[in-house]
């Protein structure tokens, strides 16, 4: 309510605009609700072909977030489940537009492999800036984040 009247809408104006807005067709093209969309539908015919296992409790927050910035990325790393939805049809076919490249830890080694041709392909100019950036250890990988650390006592 508050944000029409900022912007001048008059009151007797806001349920037509709000009406207008979300039976707009351009929101149906908008990237997010489409992928989204399509994730909980490739879910729901899961369901309806007899599956019995419930979705993972991070599931609605992969799908947002894989909604959000796949039409964005050159490559996403996602858990298996969502890469087997993301590879089904029609979806597959609506997000290749967007030619991001999806991996999962079943795809592990062509996502190294793709890496690796990355790095092979950087060019000495770009590889510098990323040390300029990043510091001299830039292309080393960062694990500290996954060692098991002693708990003091």
């Known amino acids: ?25 351009s929101l149906k093209n908008v990237p997010f609700n ?5 994730l909980y539908a490739a ?8 599956r019995r296992k419930p979705p993972n409790p991070g599931l609605t927050t992969d799908i947002r977030i894989i909604s959000v910035l796949l039409p964005y990325c050159d490559a996403m790393f996602v ?4 890469h087997a939805y ?16 999806i991996f999962s830890q079943n795809t592990k080694q062509k996502f190294l492999e793709y890496l690796d ?3 092979s392909e950087a060019s000495a100019k770009h590889l510098g800036k990323a040390k300029e950036v990043y510091g001299e250890t830039c292309p ?14």
């Open 1 to 25: 309510y508050e944000v029409f009247g900022r912007a001048g809408i008059q009151d007797s104006d806001i349920i037509p605009k709000t009406v207008e807005y979300l039976t707009s067709p």
């Open 34 to 38: 489409k992928i989204s969309s399509m």
């Open 43 to 50: 879910l729901a015919r899961k369901a309806a072909a007899g």
């Open 79 to 82: 858990d298996n489940e969502c």
């Open 86 to 101: 993301l590879n089904e049809r029609p979806l597959s076919q609506t997000i290749s537009d967007y030619k991001t490249k």
């Open 117 to 119: 041709k990355i790095e």
């Open 140 to 153: 080393e990988p960062y694990t500290t984040l996954y060692k098991k650390q002693e708990r003091q006592h």
